[in-house]
């Protein structure tokens, strides 16, 4: 037995190095993944947040980097999500065929949803997918009820709503009769909360539908209908 102990300690630091490197490896990994993760959610934020133009060539930065992160970890809902971002930012921009492109910023938002069924904000994203379909369906209407039940506080729920609802509403679209109620209650939370006043405001305003807003808001307190541009509290 005393002639195995050297073989058992020399397979016993082997094994002990695999499993350093793997770790190692994996470590690596975790952190490359992570930063083409802030990467592209930088890249996304001066699009998005600051409505910065973007070449086609931070897109393709972007697209790369999170396609290499989703390679090492093809479940992470925060991955998933980016990667629907990029897809439909490509769609907006024309730098990918628009219906395809929506097609699989779809899919990827619903993988997303899949892992973490209670994000509210990739619920709502679904919704601004099929707004830019043009498919306002129960499909939208199923996705507007997650992001609703999932973000009762959720600022970008409110924004949503505020958006999508004054369109529908002056489209004539027969689905805001379906959710004229939680666009009122939307409308009012989004005045309510800092984080969405400037932006549910800013909406009203582009529609020019500070009279209909004011009427809709007509049983809240004062302090909120005087936020409505031009709104004279009843």
Known sequence: ???DSPKRRLILSVGIILICLWGISNALKMTSASLDFYLVKNILALWQDKGEQQSVQQYQTAKTAIEEALSSHSDHPLYVDLMAQIKEWGAIAQYENKAESLASAKQYYLQATTIRPSWPVTWASLVMIKWRQQEFDQEMLFYLQMANEMGPKK?????????LG???????NLLFLEIKNDVYKRIALGLRNSQSRERVISIIE????????CRWLRYEKAWIQKLIPNCEPS
């Open 155 to 163: 600022p970008e729920v409110h924004i949503l709503y505020t958006q």
């Open 166 to 172: 004054l369109a529908l509403y002056q489209g004539n």
């Open 206 to 213: 582009r529609f020019e539908a500070e009279k209909v807003t």
């Open 1 to 3: 037995m005393a002639l």
